[in-house]
Structures are given as structure tokens and as C-alpha cells.
């Protein structure tokens, strides 16, 4: 009698076990994986030298117009710290002249300019340091400077820093501003540059030199009366603003009058 045939049915479980540990292996593959990244170091920042500077290309820049039209050379590295100059620069093509042309710019306070970006300073250069900071002397304006010179010079760089986007110059110009001397006609060029050339909410320049004058009455009358009426006709505004505080002044010294009432006015002329 034939034994009978036994089958055996093959498992599953060998197919499970082995894709198990095949995730397993996986799951510790990525684990070894992640252990061998290298750690990563901190990276430092490049420092840029005055030697990188001065290995940029050169640009030129073209001030004034006409007669009046100067060409100066300045590194394109130190230029870009402008962010007007930047914009510029980044429009350069390898076989264009590298030139940028400010036709309605001030020589000069283009020239301090670049004398700050490369030095961090402009002539006349700042002496000592807290109350007792002051300029170097400056030969070339005369003295007494009814002219305004010595403001003015800061004042255009003032001006040329905030249009080119230099903060620190900025603050700079401002700061030699209040430690220039000047006289009554000096003072009165100075404010019609300064309601000239900056816009109307420029706090930082106008409203010290409407506080200047409104403190100083005496000085308009006996030494620049023609002057300041020219300059009030010329520039309403600064007239408003001297004005206006002129009044905050007044009031602070009288009795503040209430909303609704009236003072009365002496009349001449008979009563009828």
C-alpha cells in the first residue's frame, strides 16, 4: 500500500521575518548615517582690507556740466557702500566705460564725500572729542563769514549724504553744522539753502535754524533786518515756522487764554 503523499505548505514567515529585517537594516542605516555626518564648523566672515578696495575697478564720475564739468576716479568697492552708486555699478558691462554722470551735483561736497568714503573723515576734520569737540581751522573762509561758506559746506554734504544713502555721513555733515561759526548774514544764506534743498519734513535741519532765529530778534533788527524780510517773502514757510514759535513762546510766558474768550483791545478815538 503506497504511502501517502504528505504536502507542505510553504510559510510566510521567512518573506515576513526577512522584509522585517530588511527595515530593520534600513531604520539602522539611517540611524549610522545620521551619526557619521561630520559636525559642521561656524563660518567666518570674510574680512574685506582697504588692499581689496583699491583692487576694484575704477570708476568715473563725471560732476557738473558745461564749463563747470569736472571728472573724477574713485574704486567701485568703495563706491557701492551707496546704495545710489551700488544700483549704478551693477549696471556696468565689461566693454562699457564705467562712468556715472551727476550733471546737477556740487563739486565740492562730491569731493568730501569721496574723502569720507575712502578716509571715514572730511576737511575740516573734527578735534577732540564731547563739549570741547571742534573743527580744524579752514584758511580759505574768510573771517567774519558773512557768506555762509563754512555752513554751507556741511550743509551740501548733509544733503548729498541723505540723496546717496550714507547715514554715518549724514550724521557727520550734522555734526560739524552745529559746531560752525558764522554771522547774521552767514546764518541767513544758510537757512535759504536749508528751505531750499530739503523737503519739508527734514526736522534734523530746519527746526534748529527757525529756533536760531526765533531767539534772536536783536540780530534781525540791527544786523540783517533786509535779509531776513527777503528771506521770509522768498520762503513762506520758514517765516510760519520762526513765527509759529515765537508764539509757543509767548504763551508759555503768559497765562494760557481760555477757548471762547477775548481780551479786550484799547481803541483810540472818542466814545460816542
Known amino acids: 500500500m503506497a504511502e501517502p503523499e504528505v504536502t507542505v505548505a510553504e510559510s510566510t514567515d521567512d518573506v515576513d521575518m526577512g522584509e522585517t529585517v530588511e ?14 555626518l561630520p559636525e559642521t564648523e561656524p563660518e567666518i566672515p570674510v574680512r ?32 557701492t557702500q551707496s546704495p545710489f552708486f551700488a544700483g549704478r555699478c551693477a549696471s556696468f558691462a565689461n566693454d ?7 550733471p546737477d551735483e556740487d563739486l565740492e561736497a562730491t569731493g568730501s564725500l569721496l574723502e569720507y568714503l575712502y578716509h571715514g573723515e572730511y576737511f575740516p576734520k573734527r578735534l577732540g572729542g564731547g563739549k570741547d569737540m571742534a573743527l580744524e581751522n579752514d584758511p580759505s573762509i574768510p573771517s567774519p563769514d558773512d557768506t555762509g561758506a563754512s555752513l554751507l559746506r556741511h550743509a551740501k554734504v548733509y544733503t548729498l549724504a541723505d540723496k ?9 555733515a550734522h555734526s560739524k553744522i552745529h559746531r560752525t561759526s558764522s554771522t547774521a548774514k ?3 544764506a544758510y537757512a535759504k539753502f ?38 521770509c517773502l522768498e520762503y513762506p ?13 509767548k ?10 474768550s477775548s481780551r479786550k483791545r484799547a481803541r483810540n478815538g472818542l466814545a460816542m
Open 251 to 260: 504763551e508759555r510766558r503768559e497765562p494760557t487764554v481760555q477757548p471762547g
Open 23 to 36: 527595515n530593520v537594516d534600513a531604520l539602522e542605516g539611517e540611524v549610522d548615517d545620521t551619526a557619521a
Open 194 to 231: 536749508v528751505y531750499k534743498e530739503t523737503s519739508a519734513d527734514d526736522h534734523t535741519l530746519r527746526k534748529p535754524v527757525a529756533a536760531f532765529w526765533a531767539t534772536r530778534s536783536h540780530v534781525l533788527r540791527h544786523e540783517a533786518e533786509v535779509e531776513f524780510r527777503q528771506m
Open 186 to 188: 552767514g546764518e541767513i
Open 164 to 172: 546717496f544713502g550714507l547715514p554715518a555721513l549724514k550724521s557727520l
Open 48 to 79: 574685506t582690507t582697504f588692499l581689496d578696495y583699491l583692487r576694484s575697478p575704477i570708476v568715473q564720475l563725471s560732476v557738473g556740466s558745461g564749463t563747470d564739468q569736472t571728472l573724477l576716479s574713485a574704486h567701485e568697492a568703495l563706491l
Open 237 to 249: 514757510q520758514f517765516g510760519f515756522d520762526v513765527l509759529n514759535l515765537v508764539l509757543d513762546q
Open 96 to 102: 562699457v566705460p564705467r562712468l556715472i554722470e551727476l
